[in-house]
């Protein structure tokens, strides 16, 4: 892309931003609010997980409150402004990221590859950021850890791979579902990113003691177990929850065989996603695949899989689109179908009683497991 035409987009994106902050977005930020007041609780001491506060609980781990502390300390407008610019930055991040990552595309790949993964997944990334949610956040950091361990796969780097760990070790802090890249690094050895991510996940643990002290450290812990354990059941059947389980309890109506089901689907993907480690362990260049995999079944496989998180897929939707030639015809149009219909599923474009059909059957998990299973074919015809 031309210098100049990048530039302007860049801008224009920015001043879009800006007017969508400014008469819109600063008026919502409900769950950015919620982690604003946990800032303040944990800056005085309090208690973080309060039945009063209902639907509008903190469900995130102590270690995360410490994160907000510094903007509770500003006006609630003004720490809009500045998470929002946060977000905004972490999304830019992960499309620069995910562009290292992916490469350019092969000579007969697919010359929109770079431009029309973002488009696809817009409205997740527009949701992100009316909600002020944390996930960019989170996914820029584990874009960045996948790309310090695949340049450590390149030039045999220590200290990339440990501050890889590090990265890694500060996400799953931050929320436990990054914690999926455990058993990849102990398949794959990662032995140089593995201690010092747990080292940091131990201190995350240990960082709430400066304020409630060991004993009460150890009482805000268990109760945010406590939440989590309490809230879930009834937010399965919530209509942005795209979760395989909240899938299923939509359609069965009845906990103890959406459970049962659930089980035997992990177990299934867990021996799917081996098969596909283990198809690409001679293969060059193998991490960006898997890493996209995993970080597309983060939504998925968490309960609490809700549908903005799908911002996580973004490598998983480059890639497909990079080698978009490389599939059969018949194939790159059931894709395309796919990518219009996540795209398209909008709230605006759809209306109130179509759009909550569309959520309440869970379209959006069968969207993104066949975005899944093209990643598998690439796999295995040996074009990822």
């Excluded at 998470?83 to 930055?89: A, Q, S, Y």
């Excluded at 709230?347 to 998990?365: K, P």
Aim: proline share 5%.
């Amino acid at each position: 892309m031309d210098p100049r035409l990048r530039n302007r987009l860049a801008a224009g994106v920015i001043l879009a931003a800006v007017l969508a902050f400014a008469f819109r977005v600063q008026r919502d930020m409900v769950d950015f609010t919620v982690n604003y007041k946990a800032g303040d609780r944990l800056l005085h001491g309090e208690t973080l997980y309060r039945i009063e506060d209902g639907h509008y609980q903190f469900k995130y781990s102590p270690f995360c409150a410490i994160l907000y502390l510094p903007l509770s300390l500003l006006p609630l407008a003004a720490a809009k402004g500045v998470w929002f610019g946060v977000v905004l930055g972490a999304m830019a991040v992960m499309i620069v990221l995910t562009r290292r990552l992916i490469g350019p595309s092969p000579p007969d790949g697919f010359r929109a590859a770079a431009a029309l993964p973002p488009l696809v997944l817009a409205r997740f990334f527009f949701r992100e950021l009316d909600l002020g949610q944390i996930n960019a956040v989170l996914t820029a950091i584990l874009l960045g850890m996948i790309l310090l361990l695949a340049r450590d796969e390149e030039r045999r780097n220590r200290r990339k791979s440990a501050l890889a760990g590090v990265l890694w070790g500060t996400a799953v802090a931050m929320k436990p579902y990054a914690a999926i890249f455990l058993p990849y690094f102990l398949l794959k050895k990662k032995w140089n990113a593995l201690w010092p991510g747990l080292l940091i996940l131990a201190l995350s643990l240990v960082a709430p003691a400066m304020f409630y002290g060991f004993p009460g450290s150890l009482s805000v812990h268990l109760e945010w177990i406590g939440t989590l354990s309490k809230s879930t059941p009834g937010l399965l059947s919530a209509q942005d929850n795209v979760s395989i389980l909240a899938f299923l309890m939509k359609w069965t109506r009845n906990i103890e065989v959406s459970r049962l089901v659930y089980g035997g689907i992990l177990l299934v993907l867990a021996f799917a996603v081996l098969a596909f480690i283990l198809r690409g362990r001679r293969r060059a260049g193998s991490l960006t695949a898997e890493a996209s995999l995993l970080l597309l079944a983060i939504p998925l496989i968490s309960p609490l899989g809700w549908d903005y998180t799908f911002i996580a897929s973004l490598p998983a939707v480059a890639l497909v689109f990079a080698r978009f030639r490389s599939f059969p015809p018949i194939v790159r149009v059931v894709l395309a179908v796919n990518f219009a219909v996540i795209g398209l599923s909008a709230f605006d474009l759809l209306g109130r009683d179509l759009f909550a059909g569309f959520m309440t059957a869970s379209i959006l998990t069968l969207n993104f497991l066949l975005l899944g299973a093209g990643l598998f074919h690439l796999r295995f015809s040996g074009n990822a």
